[in-house]
Structure formats: C-alpha cells, structure tokens
C-alpha cells in the first residue's frame, strides 16, 4: 500500500534585514528618542502651519490689552505694545527652525566637502584644512558674529536700498532679508568644523576597504569614488550630528538675537522675545516664560532624539 506524503508547508522566506529598518526598530523602542521625536514633528508642523491657525497677527498691537496676563483671549498673555505672545512664540518657531534647517545644511555641505577631501587624500591638503578647522573652532563665536553682522550689513543694506531705488520693488526694503543673510552666513562659518572632523575620520576608515580599492582599479573618477562610496557609508554618523546641529543652531540663533546681532524686530525669534521679556520679568513673568519654556522644549527634543539616532545607528556601544 502506497503512503502519499504530507505536503510540507513552506517557511516564509524572511526579508534581509536592513540597516534603516534595523535602525528604526531600535528608536521605536527607546521611548525618549519617540518623545524628542513626536516634539520635532510637532515643532516642524508648527512653524510651517501655525502662523495660520493662530487668531491674531504677530505684528497686530492693540494697546488696550498690553501687558496682559494669559487668559482665553490671548493664551500666553501680550506684551508691551499689546501684542499677542503665543502668536508672536508661534511665528518665532518658524524662524528658529528656518534658521537651524537652513544653517545645518550650508554647515553640512562645507564640512562633508572638506571633510571628505581631507581624508582621502591626506598630506599637506589634509594638514591645512585641518589647521583651518582648528583656527575657526578656536575663534569665540560671538566675536566672528559681531564681525561679520557690523562689517557686512552697512554695505548690504545700501546696496539693497540702491537696488530699491533703480527697480521700486518692496521687497528690497525689507530688512529682515539682511539679518536672514548674514544669521545664515555667519552661523554657518562657525558650525561646519564639526562636520569636517567627522566626514574625515570616516573617510579615513572606509577609504582603503575592498570596494573602494575595487573602484579605483575600475579607474573611476576620484569625485565619483567619493561621492558614491565613501560619503553614503558615512551617513549614519552625519545624520547624529545633524540631529544635534539642528538643535545647536537653533540655540545659537535665539543667543545672538538675544545680543542684538541675530534676528531684529519687528520679526519675531525666540531670542529677542528673550531679551524683551527679560527686562519686565519680575512685573511680566510670562513675556520672558513663554519663549524661554518653548526654546528649552525644542533643545530637549533635539537631544533625546540626536541621542536615540546615535544608540539606533550605532549598535555596537549599546549594552
């Protein structure tokens, strides 16, 4: 008598694993990396949408309720000329994360550029740029933003005002575009060092491994080789310190508005709020509170998540 056999059923094939979906399975599960998370999607949604869901203008002054305490009409209060501060607060997390977006990547471009010529050839260009990483790290910031802000706006501002003269167009009359150019420049030169030291340091591990040997017996252009092997094997580093950057540059924006040589008003940042509020604190509590709570937020999102993305692409250094 014939035995059939049973049909075996078959094993689902697993998908290979991956270094992304690896990498986010481990933030999912490390709970302050969500939180800091959830808070920069929120930050974001925020300065790209809040202008227009908040009841009042950022500019808008009513001088019949200045110095108001939070109520329902105005939730965190309003300032000295009547206007309302979680407008003003709101519109502010538009130009800190205008500000940190804009200078993360200008920063970034430079240090991986640098960075990544450093490390692949070595010698005497490796040596120089190095030097001129360390000259700019070695400068107090303040000092190179005072510089630059007090050398380069006087003939910005009369070149706009000559181009506003010979073309009529509003928009070279608006000064904000001034302190939006020289924020972004010089911050930007005071934060691309640490880029360049850690595009180099990567280079310098992956730039004699087999693929890369590989690619330059192939007799593939050097840019080709660096761009296409080098830099995307050492993203996974540069997306935690982008994570951090973000959140430097935004402290750094709100720092140097605060000093007077960032963001000027009219225009709402985190910073001056600061400074305004801070001269009416003991009388105001809640000028100086609300921006200074928000900023605090954002610096602490930005740090648990930088955190979470350093233990999720980094495996090897967690227990």
């Known amino acids: 008598m014939s035995m059939t056999s049973a049909a075996i059923p078959a094993e689902p094939i697993e998908k290979?694993?991956?270094?992304?979906?690896?990498?986010?399975?481990?933030?999912k599960r490390n709970k302050l990396a969500m939180v800091g998370l959830v808070?920069?999607?929120?930050?974001?949604?925020?300065?790209?949408?809040?202008?227009?869901?908040?009841?009042?203008?950022?500019?808008?002054?009513?001088?019949?309720?200045?110095?108001?305490?939070?109520?329902?009409?105005?939730w965190l209060g309003t300032d000295d000329l009547g206007r309302d501060v979680a407008s003003r607060v709101i519109y502010g997390a538009r130009t800190a994360t205008v500000v940190a977006i804009v200078v993360t990547i200008i920063a970034m471009i430079i240090g991986i550029a640098l960075g990544s010529i450093a490390g692949y050839f070595g010698g005497l260009l490796d040596s120089f740029i190095m030097w001129l990483t360390d000259v700019t790290m070695s400068i107090p910031n303040l000092l190179l933003v005072v510089v630059i802000s007090t050398s380069l706006k006087p003939p910005l501002a009369n070149w706009m005002e000559a181009r506003y003269l010979e073309t009529l167009n509003p928009i070279y009359r608006n000064s904000v575009w001034i302190d939006f150019i020289l924020v972004f420049g010089s911050m930007a030169l005071i934060t691309w060092p640490p880029y360049a030291r850690l595009v180099r340091a990567q280079v310098l591990s992956i730039r004699n491994r087999p693929y890369v040997t590989a690619a330059r017996a192939l007799g593939l252009p050097t840019h080709t080789i660096i761009l296409r092997y080098i830099v995307p094997n050492a993203v996974g580093p540069l997306v935690v310190a982008v994570s951090a950057g973000?959140?430097?540059?935004?402290?750094?924006?709100?720092?140097?508005?605060?000093?007077?040589?960032?963001?000027?008003?009219?225009?709402?940042?985190?910073?001056?709020?600061?400074?305004?509020?801070?001269?009416?604190?003991q009388h105001y509590p809640h000028l100086l509170a609300a921006p200074a709570i928000v900023l605090g937020l954002a610096t602490i999102a930005f740090s648990f998540l930088g955190d979470g993305l350093n233990d999720a692409l980094n495996p090897k250094g967690q227990k």
């Open 16 to 27: 290979p694993a991956s270094l992304w979906g690896d990498a986010w399975n481990r933030l």
């Open 39 to 74: 808070l920069v999607a929120l930050l974001v949604f925020v300065a790209i949408f809040g202008p227009w869901l908040t009841p009042y203008d950022f500019l808008e002054q009513n001088l019949k309720v200045r110095n108001e305490l939070p109520s329902f009409a105005h």
């Open 246 to 281: 973000l959140g430097t540059a935004m402290v750094l924006e709100s720092a140097f508005s605060f000093l007077g040589v960032g963001v000027h008003p009219p225009t709402p940042s985190w910073g001056n709020m600061i400074s305004d509020g801070l001269r009416v604190w």
